[in-house]
């Protein structure tokens, strides 16, 4: 074997050992290794082959969550009487203090795959307080029709106690079982879920009484009040993770009463709430 041929040789070795080392060193850089580790998420992975033989993997992950509650568990919220226009009624004397708090156990009934929209409903409970100011107290007449008349007259009649004895507070309260039905839109901010809702809700009423408070102790004034027993509300809702913001107002007319002025009115329910869910 002559020294050109060896020479030959060890070109050819020497350049199969680079072409070798290039191909190894391109694979080492062209291959990544990923480790995922995903707990209670989704993940959909999509290949795209391209005409030069390149290959792209693009890897989406949703997360599973549950669709959060559209109703708080717990809540507490204002109260409002208005006479159907949508504001509220001077005539009706009531206290910016006129509350409700409740319950609500909702579930979702549809959902898509990724908890991103959703359908729940449930059972919610609750206890509405509406004070009335101006010293009024409602009263009904034979007909069961509700009326104001002064609470003062409650402090100087001797059957109800001595005269000018601390007449202060009344209000109207009543319980509700109500069933809502929400639609609902969810997605994540910064991991945390945000969802906004709006439904429609049943409700149904009960022990509607009028209390005043005098002498120290708190008084029934009526408990035959004419009142509408079944209800029909709209409902919105803001969830951001477990903290909830709501609005409902009622369709249909709570009860009819006789305003200061003397007018019929037929006042809705309206309020405004929040409150957390337990999730």
């Avoid at 992975?45 to 993997?57: A, C, E, L, P, Q």
């Avoid at 009326?147 to 009543?174: K, M, Q």
């Amino acid at each position: 074997m002559t020294m050109v041929k060896l020479k030959l040789i060890k070109m050819k070795r020497h350049l199969l050992l680079a072409a070798v080392m290039l191909l190894a060193t391109a694979n080492i850089f062209a291959q990544t290794e990923t480790t995922t580790v995903i707990t209670n998420d989704r993940v959909v992975t999509t290949t795209t082959k391209g005409d030069d033989g390149s290959v792209t993997i693009v890897e989406r992950v949703f997360r599973n969550r549950n669709m959060h509650d559209p109703l708080p568990t717990l809540y507490y919220s204002y109260l409002n009487m208005f006479d159907g226009t949508f504001g509220p009624t001077a005539s009706v004397p009531i206290r910016s203090s006129s509350f409700e708090w409740g319950f609500y156990f909702t579930s979702p009934v549809v959902h898509t795959w990724n908890n991103h929209f959703g359908i729940s409903t449930g059972l919610g409970i609750s206890n509405a307080y509406n004070f009335f100011s101006h010293n009024q107290v409602l009263n009904t007449d034979p007909d069961h029709l509700a009326y104001f008349e002064p609470l003062i007259d409650y402090s100087s009649v001797d059957a109800h106690g001595p005269a000018n004895n601390d007449a202060h507070r009344s209000f109207l309260r009543y319980w509700s079982l109500r069933l809502p039905v929400m639609l609902q839109l969810q997605w994540n901010l910064d991991n945390a879920p945000m969802q906004i809702a709006a439904g429609a809700e049943f409700e149904w009423r009960f022990g509607m009484r009028s209390f005043a408070r005098y002498g120290g102790a708190k008084h029934t004034i009526s408990d035959n009040l004419d009142y509408s027993p079944v209800g029909f509300n709209i409902l919105f809702s803001l969830v951001f993770d477990n903290a909830v913001i709501f609005f409902r107002s009622g369709l249909t007319d709570m009860m009819k009463i006789k305003d200061l002025n003397g007018h019929n009115t037929n006042v809705y329910q309206m309020s405004l709430g929040f409150g957390f869910n337990f999730d």
